[in-house]
T-cell receptor, first 114, second 116 residues
Framework: DAKTTQPNSMESNEEEPVHLPCNHS???????IHWYRQLPSQGPEYVIHGLTSNVNNRMASLAIAEDRKSSTLILHRATLRDAAVYYC???????????????FGKGTKLSVKP | NAGVTQTPKFRILKIGQSMTLQCAQD?????MYWYRQDPGMGLKLIYY???????DKGEVPNGYNVSRSTTEDFPLRLELAAPSQTSVYFCASSYSSGAGGPYEQYFGPGTRLTVT
């Protein structure tokens, strides 16, 4: 499985944008880039995913490098509620069996200061 | 729609005891998963199921058993509990048509288990 590299921790001020980087230099051509986050004492929750093009949803934006070897999760205005561990995960298309599985690293712990 | 529910929320076991962690989902998802998370670490996959009657091992299956008799339920059985099984356990579910999509996973709130 292709690996991802993320900083252990990042800090942000409330209401400022946050850019969370992820390196995945061994990504295969068909791997999706997924982001999940885990708020304190909760289960992970899906944030966003992409394949090649940049993606936006109500929670965040995902910027994918042209060579797909890195990506950045963008929170446009951080709130205190965004303080969480953010996981960048590569996953092949799910044609069945173990392809549906997620492999979690340690993620990036984001702290948001008021 | 409750999503993924887990019971109990907390449990303390003595070494050698057994218990079953319950997980249910009401989204008609075919895939279900059990993960454990040790302090300061990411989640590790214990077992997964691609449909009723079909289960398979994940990364850390030793000391655990699962069954999937219905689409909705995916219980995790701990036999002969050991201190190394002290962890937070998360159940998750997702849908896949098998057509190659990304299909996000939905997680339950977790069960915090202590074995002493």
């Amino acid at each position: 499985d292709a690996k991802t590299t993320q900083p252990n921790s990042m800090e942000s001020n409330e209401e400022e944008p946050v850019h969370l980087p992820c390196n995945h230099s061994t990504i295969s051509g068909t791997d999706y880039i997924h982001w999940y986050r885990q708020l304190p004492s909760q289960g992970p929750e899906y944030v966003i995913h992409g394949l090649t093009s940049n993606v936006n949803n109500r929670m965040a934006s995902l910027a994918i490098a042209e060579d797909r070897k890195s990506s950045t999760l963008i929170l446009h205005r951080a709130t205190l509620r965004d303080a969480a561990v953010y996981y960048c995960i590569l996953r092949p298309p799910n044609y069945g069996g173990s392809q549906g599985n997620l492999i979690f690293g340690k993620g990036t712990k984001l702290s948001v200061k008021p | 729609n409750a999503g993924v529910t887990q019971t109990p929320k907390f449990r303390i076991l003595k070494i050698g005891q057994s218990m079953t962690l319950q997980c249910a989902q009401d989204m008609n998802h075919n895939y279900m998963y059990w993960y454990r998370q040790d302090p300061g670490m990411g989640l590790k996959l214990i077992y997964y199921s691609v449909g009723a009657g079909i289960t398979d091992k994940g990364e850390v299956p030793n000391g655990y058993n699962v069954s999937r008799s219905t689409t909705e339920d995916f219980p995790l059985r701990l036999e002969l509990a050991a201190p190394s099984q002290t962890s937070v356990y998360f159940c998750a579910s997702s849908y896949s048509s098998g057509a190659g999509g990304p299909y996000e996973q939905y997680f339950g709130p977790g069960t915090r288990l202590t074995v002493t």
